[in-house]
């Protein structure tokens, strides 16, 4: 029985670990339960209406950094269960027998896991004396860890947020009211910079999934609200006489395409065409599109 829990605790080591990997180091990856946990919040918040989803995204952070945090203390106290007390030395005052095993090893986890070290409580079976630091160290990793992660985060919102502001400026300016009537070097040069801005928050959304889940309570710093008047933009220069910028039109065209393909790969059960993904983005964001033309 002993080796099972050892096993058992190994394994829910590991499974923390490899979290920890594919969502953080894995370029594209992403960790499953880390993703169920940051899904799970976003379904939560969604009950609180408007409100519940402008939090969606710090709760869902949270969420998996605590999803990371307990699958390794729960995974070094299932290790520590089986020499509790014997392995263990306590200081004068505590009675060993007031308390569960388990919840000896668990308070001995967590305060190794913190890095604490409070000292009331330390190993003296061999094997524990060489593995237990091992968890201290791996705590101040998985803090490293999360610091790394929210300092990924926070870039890719920054930029999706531009896009959307660069968007609503360009909507209030009536830039599709006299896209055609441009220069063409002005015109291709707007929708390729808008291109190439859409690539990179494409690029964000897929390394960092969880930033999906950070909604915008203004719908001009929303991407969710604005991308149907690029699709607009787009299109609208593909009726363009001038060849190249009907080429920037097209390549905008395509990256919205691409940009709404990730977001049903990854976030969204129902299928569909460009403009029924954008309606559910905006949807899911508790947004309006600021264009509805281009829904139609």
């Given at each position: 029985?002993?080796?099972?829990?050892i096993?058992?605790?190994?394994?829910?080591?590991?499974?923390?670990?490899?979290e920890v990997?594919?969502?953080?180091?894995?370029?594209t990856?992403?960790?499953?339960?880390?993703?169920?946990a940051?899904r799970?919040?976003?379904?939560?918040t969604?009950?609180?209406?408007?409100?519940?989803?402008?939090?969606?995204?710090?709760?869902?952070a949270?969420?998996?950094?605590?999803?990371w945090?307990?699958?390794?203390?729960?995974?070094?106290?299932?290790?520590?269960l089986?020499f509790?007390?014997?392995?263990?030395?306590?200081?004068?005052?505590?009675?060993?027998?007031a308390?569960?095993?388990?919840?000896?090893?668990?308070?001995?986890?967590?305060?190794s896991?913190?890095?604490?070290?409070?000292?009331?409580?330390?190993?003296?079976?061999?094997?524990?004396?060489v593995?237990?630091?091992?968890?201290?160290?791996?705590?101040?990793?998985?803090?490293?860890?999360?610091?790394?992660?929210?300092?990924?985060?926070?870039?890719?919102?920054?930029?999706?947020?531009?896009?959307?502001?660069?968007?609503?400026?360009?909507?209030?300016a009536?830039?599709?009211g006299?896209?055609?009537?441009?220069?063409?070097?002005?015109?291709?040069?707007?929708?390729?910079?808008?291109?190439?801005?859409?690539?990179?928050?494409?690029?964000?959304?897929?390394?960092?999934?969880?930033?999906?889940?950070?909604?915008?309570?203004?719908?001009?710093?929303?991407?969710?609200?604005?991308?149907?008047?690029?699709?607009?933009l787009?299109?609208?220069?593909?009726?363009?006489?001038?060849r190249?910028?009907?080429?920037?039109?097209?390549?905008?065209?395509?990256?919205?395409?691409?940009?709404?393909?990730?977001?049903?790969?990854?976030?969204?059960?129902?299928?569909?065409?460009?403009?029924?993904?954008l309606r559910?983005?905006?949807?899911?964001?508790?947004?309006r599109?600021?264009?509805?033309?281009?829904?139609?």
């Amino acid at each position: 029985m002993s080796v099972l829990w050892i096993v058992a605790g190994v394994v829910l080591m590991v499974v923390g670990l490899d979290e920890v990997f594919h969502t953080v180091l894995h370029p594209t990856g992403r960790g499953r339960l880390s993703h169920l946990a940051a899904r799970s919040t976003w379904a939560l918040t969604s009950r609180l209406g408007r409100r519940g989803r402008t939090v969606a995204g710090p709760v869902a952070a949270v969420a998996v950094v605590t999803v990371w945090a307990a699958l390794q203390v729960v995974g070094w106290a299932l290790v520590y269960l089986p020499f509790v007390p014997d392995g263990f030395e306590y200081n004068p005052g505590i009675d060993v027998q007031a308390y569960p095993a388990i919840v000896e090893a668990f308070y001995f986890s967590t305060v190794s896991m913190s890095t604490l070290g409070l000292g009331d409580v330390y190993p003296t079976d061999p094997w524990l004396r060489v593995f237990a630091p091992l968890q201290g160290l791996i705590g101040f990793a998985l803090l490293t860890a999360a610091v790394a992660w929210f300092l990924q985060l926070y870039p890719d919102l920054g930029r999706r947020r531009t896009l959307a502001l660069r968007i609503a400026l360009i909507q209030r300016a009536d830039t599709a009211g006299h896209l055609l009537n441009m220069e063409s070097a002005t015109s291709s040069g707007l929708l390729d910079s808008l291109t190439a801005d859409l690539a990179q928050s494409r690029v964000d959304v897929w390394q960092n999934s969880e930033s999906h889940y950070f909604t915008e309570a203004e719908e001009t710093t929303s991407l969710a609200a604005q991308l149907p008047y690029a699709l607009h933009l787009a299109r609208l220069a593909r009726r363009s006489s001038d060849r190249t910028v009907r080429n920037s039109g097209q390549m905008l065209e395509e990256a919205i395409d691409d940009f709404a393909e990730v977001l049903r790969d990854r976030f969204m059960r129902t299928g569909g065409d460009t403009e029924a993904i954008l309606r559910e983005y905006a949807k899911q964001h508790r947004q309006r599109p600021t264009f509805d033309e281009a829904m139609r």
